[in-house]
Structures are given as structure tokens and as C-alpha cells.
């Protein structure tokens, strides 16, 4: 295939694919409100993938891989599968109850490509989602003291918010020599949020921006950052890697202004990875991850619920997430030719305490454990198929609700939950 017909079918695969991205609404809620890995490759070795080079999710990973991963185009599509819960109790009136979120399958689409310029450079593009805070639940049995019922948080009919964070990765690499390269992506981050079922907060007295708080349709925002990366190669057996993401300061959240800290800020945080890969014996490779998500940093999502500050305000009411270590460990082993199977195990702290667990029914972002595993089918020299399995058994926390502090709503402790699954399938094609 020549230059010009590359181009142009990498342009018609391109716009339907980020068109699907954009409409999908990545819903993930593993490493807090990061997915537990980006391409199936990773997400079937628990999302190890710093010293790692077989596809061109590099700008989601480490931009230094892609150097290593030769040209290539990745297609896939991720089928997650959460369930979450939120209960109250100890009140022994019909504020108590439990509810479970409605809408528990998410599709969630991935594309990677990249192209060699000679032997020592590559140009890329990785198009991935975070996603977590979304959640749809009923208005239940509650009663506030309205005359038709209250949701769990006490507003007015269903209760959740939905929020989809759709990444684009442009991604240049160079090798410094044979063993070792540098790479750098160009994040440009595309948000977009709402949420409904809030009208409890929305007052003068919770909110500075009444009547910007909750039921108005869906508000986005964009932003910019970057990704940096180095992957070396000690030998035939280790492989090093490391990659370092700013934070992405992204537009403000207007419809909003008066739920989010900051007048509706909402920002990316920047994370860090690192990572080994060791192949002690032919066809056998074990990778290790340490990453580390900065969520304190970004005011609506770090700040604690309980401040005593208006939601919306500089210093405002917020999720109360903290900085979480996500420790990834995964195997591969080439089991013949074309086959290659994986398995994997990610684990990673609960960015929630149970000082913050009332806000956080609406975002449970819980989860602890996943336990993964994969394969990869190669049906000729240029075209291999993939999937991914990841399990992640239930996680929860339980705390003293903030409601008790309104004037007659009495004491009362509200339990957050989530288990996870998910299945995914891709094609990728190596020209």
C-alpha cells in the first residue's frame, strides 16, 4: 500500500471511530476514575504496560513504546459491565433504603495507530476514555417530607451524574540508540458532564450559583497537557519504562458553577508510571507497574465533603478523593506462533473515606482488586485478534451520612458499593 492510500483509509477509519468514542460515554471506575488499562494487550495483563511495546496505545501508556511497536493500527471495543449500590441506615424512618444503579453495560471503544518514519522514529495517534463518575439510580422509597417521594440524597426523581473524559494522543518517539527511546504526547483532553436529581443543594444556602447545580442537561469542556515517556531495554531480559502526564487544565463546567469547586472546575491530575519487564526465559515475560494518580490536586474532586464552604466556591465541597498507588502485575506467555495468552492482577487504593461516602454515591469510585486475562490470535503475518477478561470483585465503604448535619434529617450511615466485569475484542492490523 502506498503513502497516499495509507493516509487516506487511516482518515476514513479515523472520523467514524472518534465519532463512536465521543457518543460511547466511557463509563470505567477502576483506579478510581482511570481504567485499569488502555488496549486490551495491557488490560488482560492488569494493565501493565510502562515496559511493554505491542501496540500503538502508547500516548495512553508510555509515548517512548511506540518507537518500539513498529506500524500498526489497533481497533478494539471494551464491554463494562459495573454494579453499584448506595444504602442508608440507622435512622428507622423511610430516609433509610438502598438503591442499585440502572444502566450496567457500558461499550467502550479504543484506537491506537502508528507509523515508522525510517527506523528510528515514529508518529502515532491514541484515541482512549476515562470515565467512572456515572451513575442513574431510581428515586426509590425515600421521603425528605415531599409530598411524592424523595431520592436517596433527597431531591426529586431519578438521582445521578454522568461524566465521559474522551482523550486524543498525538504521539511522536525517537530512539536514542537501539536499546533506548524518548517519546512525548500532545494530550487534548474533551469533557463533558451532567447531573440530575441534586435539588437538596440547590439553595442559596449550599450552593454560591443557585439554579447551576444539578438537571441541566449535559455541559462540556476541553483542556490541553502532556505525556512524557523513556523506554530502555538492558539486554535481552529487562526492559525499563517510565511516563509522566501533566495535569490538564480544562475548561469550567458554566451550567454547573455552583456544584463544582471553582465555579465548576474540573481538571484532569497528572499520574506517573513505572514500569519493569523481565523475560527470564524464551516466550515468557513478567511486567510490573507502579503508577500514581494525583486526584488531591484537583479541587471538585480532592476536596472533602464536609468544608465549611458553599458548593461552587473556591474552596467548595468536593468528592474528597485521595492520591492513590496502583501497583499492575501481569504475565504473557507466546504459547505457540500465533497464540499468546495473559494474565494478570491490579491492585489499587480506595480513593474514598468514610468522612466522604454521602457525595460519593454518586460517584463510587471504590475499587480496589482486578484480576485479568487475555490472548492474542494471530491469523497471518499482518492481522492478529485479542481479547480481554477483567473481573473485580465488590469493594465498599460505609460512613456517617453529611445529611445529619441538616436541621432535622437525624444521624444515619450510608454504604457505598461497586463490583466489576469486562470483555473486550480487537483487530489490529501491522502494515
Known amino acids: 500500500m502506498n503513502h497516499t492510500t495509507l493516509r487516506h483509509s487511516f482518515k476514513l477509519g479515523l472520523l467514524p471511530m472518534a465519532v463512536l468514542l465521543a457518543a460511547a460515554g466511557p463509563a470505567m471506575a477502576t483506579n478510581g476514575y482511570f481504567a485499569h488499562g488502555y488496549g486490551l494487550k495491557a488490560k488482560g495483563m492488569g494493565g501493565a504496560s510502562q515496559a511493554m511495546s505491542q501496540d500503538a496505545f502508547g500516548g ?21 459491565m459495573p454494579k453499584r449500590d448506595a444504602e442508608r441506615t440507622g ?7 438502598k438503591v442499585e444503579s440502572d444502566k450496567t453495560s457500558f461499550y467502550v471503544p479504543e484506537l491506537g495507530y502508528n507509523r515508522m518514519l525510517g527506523a528510528d522514529q515514529s508518529i502515532g495517534l491514541t484515541v482512549y476514555g476515562n470515565g467512572g463518575l456515572n451513575t442513574d439510580y431510581p428515586q426509590g422509597s425515600f421521603n425528605c417530607g415531599s409530598p411524592t417521594g424523595n431520592n436517596i440524597l433527597c431531591g426529586s426523581g431519578r438521582l445521578g451524574v454522568d ?3 474522551l482523550m486524543f494522543a498525538p504521539t511522536y518517539a525517537l530512539k536514542l540508540n537501539e536499546s533506548h527511546a ?21 439553595n442559596a444556602q449550599q450552593s454560591e450559583a443557585p439554579g447551576s447545580v444539578t438537571n441541566n442537561g449535559y455541559d462540556s469542556s476541553t483542556g490541553v497537557g502532556m505525556r512524557l515517556g523513556w523506554q530502555g531495554r538492558l539486554g535481552s531480559v529487562v526492559t525499563l519504562g517510565a511516563s509522566y502526564s501533566t495535569r490538564l487544565h480544562m475548561g469550567k463546567f458554566d451550567k454547573y458553577k455552583g456544584l463544582f469547586a471553582e465555579q465548576g472546575s474540573f481538571d484532569i491530575p497528572s499520574n506517573f508510571g513505572l514500569g519493569i519487564g523481565v523475560t527470564p526465559m524464551s516466550g515468557l515475560t513478567i511486567a510490573l ?20 464552604a458553599q458548593l461552587g466556591s473556591a474552596n467548595g465541597p468536593g468528592f474528597g478523593w485521595h492520591d492513590i498507588n496502583v501497583v499492575k ?27 466522604d461516602v454521602t457525595f460519593n454515591i454518586l460517584a463510587p469510585g471504590v475499587m480496589t482488586t482486578h484480576y485479568t486475562m487475555g490472548w492474542t490470535w494471530a491469523v497471518s503475518p499482518t492481522s492478529e485478534f485479542s481479547g480481554a477478561y477483567m473481573v473485580a470483585p465488590r469493594s465498599s465503604v460505609s460512613g456517617a451520612s ?12 450510608e454504604t457505598i458499593g461497586m463490583k466489576q466485569s469486562s470483555f473486550g475484542l480487537a483487530w489490529a492490523w501491522k502494515y
Open 60 to 80: 495512553a501508556n508510555n509515548p517512548a513504546s511506540m518507537v518500539f511497536a513498529g506500524s500498526r493500527l489497533d481497533l478494539g471495543v471494551d464491554l463494562f
Open 329 to 355: 502485575l501481569g504475565v504473557q506467555w507466546q504459547a505457540t506462533n500465533a497464540l499468546a495468552v495473559r494474565a494478570g492482577y491490579n491492585k489499587g487504593q480506595n480513593p474514598i473515606a468514610s468522612s
Open 289 to 308: 507497574d507502579v503508577n500514581r494518580i494525583n486526584y488531591s490536586e484537583v479541587a471538585s474532586v480532592g476536596n472533602a465533603g464536609a468544608v465549611p
Open 182 to 202: 524518548l517519546g512525548a504526547s500532545l494530550l487534548v483532553g474533551y469533557q463533558r458532564f451532567k447531573a440530575e436529581g441534586l435539588q437538596a443543594f440547590d
Open 91 to 97: 435512622t428507622g424512618s423511610p430516609l433509610d433504603g
Open 402 to 413: 453529611l445529611l445529619g448535619n441538616f436541621p432535622g434529617f437525624p444521624p444515619s450511615t
Open 163 to 165: 461524566m465521559m473524559q
